[in-house]
């Protein structure tokens, strides 16, 4: 009997990890995430029913530090911090476990695996058979006739042969094996470039670590030498390697029994998480159908819907002309089709066409190849030949696209010689607009989302690193599942997830009047570039190499002698330890920190640290723009064309990537210089257009105070305006500080900047501070209200909108974490500003780019950066150009109080701004 007596372990926080990284990110229809929550969940039921213990636990890492921290402290720094998404996943599961009556342990000072440790070896000397569930190789050094170890993901199962196997060593090598190979993520040192099969080989051969240290004088090579110089470090390896399995529990092993489930918390909490199906299994199908009819009905994807069944698939390879013929026959008689591309490149200006993907119906996909060239490959239809056969089909309304990406594929086929029309279903954009917080939204991310399908990675097509191939390099056959599951799987998302856009008439006119009109704007702008003066940024690099050296001295001197500027480690040594300076604040690991803030702080009382702030700035733009833009500048068209994204920034703001054109400073006369490299060609100039004070104009409309109503409607200086109000005095007696004290406060109250974050950035007391945020408030009363609902309302409903409708979701607003928060209600009150500003300039860019298109007139829209829209023109043209987008952008959107827009007109982009 006692024999069958079994005791789980579960390594709870290697499950909530694991689940993390491993499973689709799933969210509520608050916004939260769940997924992790609900992948431990399913994996402990898993579980409990494959093993049936008679006694079991969960076991969670406690926040805080362990005696490994004091042994070394370097010990798991490198170590990222728990992401937010999952770091709010954390409380949730634990009520969850607590409330199914598992038992669940978390003990200071401990590390779960210490607690395993202990627990696993009190068991097995009672005579249980012990099942650890874990995917931690440490874990290993536990495993003896009665402890196994289980991964729950994969359904391996480690005995002590099972250890051997798989390590080369035994369990009780375990701990040495770890000293000698080291952990890169626990952050154990090891001894350098001893590898696990070396590491195996000298246990196999001397037994343990003490005889491979007695032995080290006769261990050749440089893994030889690389030995003796880290023998200092084996010890410590070897200690933090090492499980305690002699901590002292107020928990004994007899008592984990699994208690009776909490059934009406168990409802509170699945019913909150929309875990249906596990409610229909823990409490009941009752429960379930009052959980899902509760559900808020403004869920923006049905994150809890089940995944549809798999479609079979049918991928046919086109190869003849007579095949061909019959699927663009097809093609042009249906309503909706998919599209895909096989490319050489994923930079648009450099793609050209390999082959091309169709579907009409989920699971049937044509694929057409044409510039296959590796040996052997078959005879192939010409492009010529399939894109003149396919050209009625691309270039007309009808039938309506479908497809990921397609402003990268209109760029590819406009290349070719095809102007894309009917690109009216991104599913990109579709995923975005439906929830932009939920999760990323490449093609991988939301198929495993929506479908549960991992699609084929390019790199398992492909290859990776130097020897990656081009798909022109790939066999037809294999190309031929890659590219036409791409079509198969848009075709499939639409049918998803445009049904529930429909459901939502706000958001669906968002894509329908915003997103989508958009995409041949940004084509235009991005296949248009900007001419760039790469000499001038080549000798400004120079220029600023030289400032460098010059603030490295002037350091040196500072410091008492040379360090390195870009070394945290030796900046802490000099700061902290040579000069003495405050620690203002400490990393994770315990060090002094160097972050920006903190110099920016220590800066106002201490030479150096300003130096090295200095250093650091002219280091990026060098590093950023000048030594790296002028190498991006394209030979065919000498100009840079970077990619704008539309589905990045949740609050709608488009992103410029490859190169980054957006973060060229403007606020020094280094980054305006930058700027001056952005030139127009001879017999033209640069014209830039940008919004002034669009949030705090936003704001007004929002709050409807009757105070910023006028101010604007009068178009008088906001801040000097604020300022009069706050500190009681006339517009003509404010003085400069006051009106930089009011433009603080504005912009401060819109980014939820508290009277503690006001006082450090003007750099008065806090009790001053919080006395001017009391007097902007008294003064603008409106705001106040506008806050207070706009909270009130966030928690309600778990998201914002913006002026247009778009839902900006909140995952944090009912975190039990104050910190996480208060942080989502500062974006409450801010996110439907920022978003709203967005939506106006992408309004105002596609009614210029209608109006630019229909005029003819010789001007080009190059940039859009934030509030800005930056131009080139015939110089005799400027002003008419600028009257027109005034007025344009002026009328992309009609709030209480007039959009003002500014224009300038220069030579490059610094003299227009």
């Known amino acids: 009997m006692a024999a069958q007596r079994k005791l789980v372990l579960v390594d709870g926080s290697g499950y909530l990890y694991r689940a993390f990284h491993a499973l689709p990110p799933l969210t509520n229809s608050r916004g939260e995430p769940t997924g992790a929550v609900l992948g431990v969940l399913n994996m402990l039921q898993k579980l409990r029913k494959e093993e049936t213990p008679d006694l079991i636990a969960v076991v969670f890492d406690a926040p805080g530090k362990t005696f490994r921290d004091a042994l070394f402290e370097s010990y798991k720094a490198q170590r990222t911090p728990m992401p937010d998404d999952l770091r709010s996943q954390l409380q949730p599961l634990l009520d969850s476990v607590n409330a199914l009556g598992l038992p669940c342990l978390r003990v200071d000072g401990v590390e779960a695996d210490d607690v395993i440790g202990t627990l696993a070896q009190q068991a097995a000397a009672q005579g249980y058979d012990v099942i650890i569930s874990t995917g931690d190789k440490d874990m290993a050094q536990l495993v003896n006739d009665r402890i196994t170890l289980v991964n729950t993901m994969t359904g391996s199962r480690l005995n002590r042969e099972g250890v051997k196997a798989k390590f080369d060593v035994y369990p ?113 199908g009752d429960a379930a159908d009052e959980a899902a009819s509760s559900a808020s009905p403004a869920a923006p994807a049905a994150e809890g819907a089940p995944i549809p069944a798999p479609v079979p698939r049918n991928y046919e390879t086109v190869l003849t002309a007579a095949a061909l013929e019959i699927w663009v026959a097809q093609l042009k008689s249906a309503n909706v089709i998919s599209l895909n591309l096989a490319t050489t490149s994923a930079g648009y200006m450099q793609a050209d066409i390999v082959g091309i993907a169709f579907s009409i119906e989920p699971g049937t996909v044509a694929y057409v190849p044409m510039s296959h060239d590796y040996p052997g490959a078959p005879a192939q239809l010409s492009r010529d030949a399939v894109l003149q056969a396919l050209r009625p089909v691309l270039e007309s309304e009808q039938p309506l696209k479908v497809g990921y990406d397609l402003k990268y594929k209109g760029h590819v086929l406009k290349r070719a010689g095809i102007e894309l029309r009917g690109d009216k279903f991104d599913i990109m954009l579709e995923s975005y607009v439906l929830n932009s917080t939920a999760t990323k939204h490449e093609l991988s991310a939301i198929s495993r989302r929506y479908l549960g399908i991992d699609p084929i990675a390019y790199e398992s097509v492909a290859g990776k690193g130097a020897k990656q191939l081009q798909l022109n390099q790939v066999g037809i056959d294999v190309a031929t599942n890659f590219v036409a599951e791409e079509a198969d799987l848009a075709l499939q998302l639409h049918r998803l997830l445009w049904p529930r856009l429909e459901g939502l008439p706000a958001l669906q006119g968002l894509y329908e009047t915003i997103e989508q009109p958009l995409l041949p704007v940004l084509l235009r702008m991005e296949q248009a570039g900007v001419l760039l003066d790469g000499d001038l940024l080549r000798k400004q690099s120079g220029e600023l190499a030289t400032r460098m050296r010059e603030i490295e001295s002037q350091a040196y001197a500072a410091a008492g002698g040379p360090f390195s500027l870009e070394s945290p480690k030796q900046l802490q040594e000099v700061l902290f330890g040579k000069l003495g300076l405050p620690v203002i604040r400490k990393t994770p690991t315990g060090q002094p920190s160097t972050a920006e803030d903190v110099l920016e702080e220590l800066a106002a009382s201490y030479e150096l640290p300003k130096l090295i702030m200095d250093y650091r700035a002219f280091a990026k ?87 910023l109503l006028q101010a604007f409607g009068e178009d008088r200086d906001i801040h000097l305006a604020t300022a009069a109000e706050v500190f009681s005095m006339t517009l003509d007696t404010v003085s400069a500080d006051q009106r930089r004290t009011a433009k603080m406060i504005n912009f401060g109250l819109i980014y939820g900047m508290s009277p503690f974050g006001l006082a450090s950035r003007l750099g008065i007391e806090r009790s001053v501070a919080a006395k001017y945020v009391d007097l902007y408030f008294q003064r603008y009363p409106g705001v106040r209200r506008y806050m207070d609902e706009t909270r009130q309302l966030a928690h309600e409903r778990g998201y914002v909108e913006t002026v247009f409708g778009r839902r900006l979701y909140l995952n944090d607003i009912n975190a039990r974490n104050a910190g996480l928060r208060q942080a989502a209600e500062r974006a409450a009150i801010n996110a439907p500003m920022q978003g709203t500003a967005a939506d106006i300039i992408k309004r105002a860019m596609i009614q210029v780019d209608h109006w630019l298109q229909q005029s003819k007139l010789p001007a080009r829209l190059l940039l859009q950066v934030h509030d800005e829209l930056v131009f080139e023109v015939r110089r005799d043209l400027a002003e008419d150009l600028i009257a027109h987008v005034r007025e344009l952008m002026s009328g992309a959107a009609e709030l209480r109080v007039p959009l003002k827009v500014d224009a300038g007109i220069g030579e490059n982009w610094d003299e227009a701004h």
């Open 172 to 284: 009780e090598q375990i701990v040495d094996y770890l000293a000698l190979v080291g952990d890169t993520s626990d952050n154990i040192p090891g001894i350098p470039k001893v590898g696990p099969k070396t590491a195996a080989k000298w246990l196999g051969e001397y037994g343990t670590l003490d005889k491979v240290v007695e032995n080290a004088a006769s261990i050749t090579g440089k893994v030889g030498e690389n030995l003796r110089a880290g023998m200092k470090e084996l010890e410590l390896s070897r200690k933090l390697a090492t499980l305690d399995c002699n901590v002292k529990l107020d928990t004994p092993f007899e008592t984990l029994r699994v208690g009776e489930p909490d059934r009406e918390r168990l409802k509170e909490l699945f019913t909150r998480l929309e875990f249906r199906a596990l409610l229909r299994q823990v409490v009941g």
């Open 621 to 707: 733009l060098k590093s950023t723009y000048t030594d790296k833009l002028p190498l991006q500048i394209n030979r065919s068209t000498q100009r840079v064309h970077t990619c704008y994204q539309q589905a990045i920034a949740a609050t709608g703001r488009l992103s410029s990537a490859d190169p980054n054109l957006q973060n060229i400073p403007i606020r020094t006369p280094e980054g305006r210089r930058i700027r001056q490299a952005f030139v127009a060609p001879s017999g033209q100039c640069i014209v830039a257009a940008d919004y002034s004070q669009i949030e705090l104009r936003i704001m007004a409309h929002l709050s409807g105070d009757e105070g």
